[in-house]
């Protein structure tokens, strides 16, 4: 799914145009056992519950996609009869409305997934009416072609809440605060089927992770069946490795610094198209070679990615290039630039010693000081 797609899906979710129909819940404690299950028509919920639900199930589609958001495919096994993607569809094709399968569900997820603490497993079942679009890209209400019937899962913490004093209106008077067990935003979720190029795709999901450096494998495997991407963290890790080791002696601060420019500028080429910038194994030394990488350097650059790597390993260009900033360190100092005047930032031997020569112009501070 692109930024454009999970907007669509993600917009729906809201008190005036709510596709969803049946919620369920299990209520895990930290000794992973149920204590409680609900079902309930999403619909016939309060007011001010739906508003809550509705907050957590949107929460599940935000973030960025390649760190936050990840996309994966099931294999070929995983959708064969008693694969994993089979206890999705049931869902899916039940309505959430067999306790059979939603037990089988729960005892799945219960069994592996791992959090030191109480949890709630929410599931919702929606229906999307899929309007057309005119040749302006318009929406056509009355020109369906599709309903998009798709299942949301959110896993959330549920934490007793911080003692502290409240006001107590009928009393008129400042009391202890009754400690209640609170429903926190989800730490991972998926959307399935994938919603791709405004249709259903039951060959894959989105999956959701607020902690993408914590992508809970073991779930992910076990549950869903697929295979996780490299993290962000990871991502990054491996591209500075393979830089360097590539590079070798010829990894200067300039050779770097340019390819610092060259990834920055490719990001910004790409950031109005709704898919993040990916780079593969070609793309990363084409790279190199323009950013000015000699031939010696780059004969090694195969050698190292299957060291550090595989060739189906990608990296999403947001994941290891910052348009934030550009940063350099030594063990005493530490250099931020705004990236687009990092050329402000030069080496150069002053006395023979090696040295970081800045350029200075006006509106020089030192520790808020503004100095002559």
């Not at 890209?137 to 020109?143: G, I, L, P, S, T």
């Not at 030394?285 to 780059?298: D, I, N, P, T, V």
Request: aromatic share 8%; glycine share 6%.
């Amino acid at each position: 799914m692109n930024k454009k797609e999970i907007a669509e899906i993600k917009k729906q979710y809201t008190l005036e145009r709510c596709p969803a129909a049946r919620i369920c819940g299990c209520y895990v404690d930290g000794e992973k056992n149920k204590k409680t299950q609900f079902r309930a028509a999403f619909q016939s919920l309060p007011e001010e519950e739906l508003f809550k639900y509705l907050n957590i199930l949107r929460k599940t589609m935000s973030g960025t996609l390649g760190k936050n958001l990840l996309n994966m495919e099931f294999s070929l096994e995983t959708e064969q009869e008693g694969g994993t993607q089979e206890l999705l569809m049931k869902l899916k094709y039940t309505g959430l409305q067999d306790d059979g399968v939603l037990e089988e569900f729960y005892d799945k997820v219960i069994e592996s997934y791992y959090y030191v603490g109480n949890y709630l497993i929410l599931l919702v079942h929606g229906t999307y009416d899929i309007p057309g679009k005119s040749s302006d890209n318009q929406e056509m209400f009355d020109a369906s072609e599709e309903v998009y019937e798709h299942i949301i899962c959110c896993i959330c913490p549920v934490n007793l809440a911080k003692p502290c004093l409240s006001y107590d209106e009928k009393e008129n008077c400042f009391t202890s605060r009754i400690q209640d067990w609170l429903v926190e935003m989800p730490l991972i979720g998926f959307l399935f089927p994938a919603f791709h190029d405004r249709s259903a795709d039951i060959h894959s999901l989105l999956y959701y992770n607020q902690k993408p450096e914590l992508p809970g494998s073991d779930f992910v495997e076990a549950v869903l069946g697929c295979t996780l991407p490299m993290t962000a963290g990871g991502q990054k890790e491996t591209f500075k490795s393979l830089v360097e080791e590539t590079l070798g002696d010829e990894c200067s601060y300039e050779m770097v610094r340019t390819i610092h420019e060259n990834l920055n500028e490719m990001i910004e080429e790409q950031k109005e198209e709704p898919t993040p910038l990916v780079l593969g194994k070609q793309e990363v030394k084409r790279l190199l070679e323009q950013s000015g990488a000699e031939e010696e350097c780059l004969s090694r650059f195969d050698e190292q990615f299957e060291a550090l790597a595989d060739e189906s390993t990608e990296f999403v260009a947001s994941n290891v290039a910052s348009l934030r900033k550009f940063e350099i360190k030594t063990p005493d100092v530490l250099v931020q630039v705004n990236p687009e005047h990092a050329g402000l930032v030069e080496t150069k031997v002053v006395d023979g010693r090696k040295c970081l020569v800045i350029e200075i112009n006006d509106g020089v501070q030192v520790n808020g000081i503004q100095v002559k």
